[in-house]
């Protein structure tokens, strides 16, 4: 949808897509690959499509120094970047400092938050329910990215997924920007080895395919 932003600026819808924020899930990254390729095409017309109606603001790698040291879930300093977003500084999470920075100067209506789920097999996205701030309309909004998601990739389904947060969990990135911007923030999630609705027994889970999921989310 055209027009002014949810959150009073203009030039159409503000979205933001973020990857790896926990460097030892890649697969995040490689989504973002594909993302990228599909939203670069001049022929592809989803893409043309979508950037003359919102703004895009995509970080594919959130946590560069945790990558290159082999880390898993923390950065240089040794924090959690997905829970370093109710109290972020420019010491210990720069990172999440500089774009929740970012968000505040240009609001935000979408925010994807893309991981990598060690436990179960399938690509889901973790609902907002549990913010103090969630409305029917957050919750309509939810689950119409959902529906279209599960659209326009059979890899994805809303069937197997985790409960939501309690409302201490508000340092996670989508729970803070859901009740800062009051928008649509969900976190997306694909498994480590095979995804259990379409196994594949000779790669699993590759980056083929998260580039083709990252491809179908657009």
Not at 120 to 128: E, Q, S
Not at 185 to 204: I, R, S
Request: with cysteine.
């Amino acid at each position: 949808q055209q027009g002014p932003s949810h959150n009073g600026s203009s030039g159409g819808r503000k979205v933001y897509i973020i990857a790896r924020q926990h460097p030892g899930e890649s697969m995040a990254e490689w989504l973002m690959e594909g993302l990228l390729e599909r939203l670069t095409d001049p022929h592809d017309p989803t893409s043309r499509a979508l950037r003359s109606k919102a703004t895009l603001y995509l970080v594919p790698n959130m946590c560069p120094d945790g990558s290159v040291r082999g880390y898993l879930r923390t950065n240089a300093a040794g924090v959690n970047l997905n829970r370093a977003w109710e109290g972020s500084d420019t010491q210990s999470s720069p990172e999440v400092h500089c774009v929740l920075q970012h968000m505040k100067q240009t609001g935000v209506d979408l925010l994807v938050d893309v991981h990598g789920d060690e436990e179960l097999p399938y690509c889901f996205t973790i609902p907002n329910g549990g913010i103090p701030g969630w409305t029917p309309r957050l919750s309509s909004l939810e689950e119409g990215f959902n529906s279209a998601l599960v659209r326009h990739s059979p890899d994805f389904q809303t069937t197997h997924n985790y409960p939501f947060d309690p409302p201490e969990a508000l340092a996670a990135a989508t729970k803070q920007v859901a009740q800062l911007f009051d928008c649509c923030a969900l976190t997306l999630e694909m498994p480590f080895k095979d995804n259990a609705l379409l196994p594949d027994p000779e790669v699993g889970w590759s980056p083929a395919r998260c580039k083709r999921l990252g491809a179908a989310l657009l």
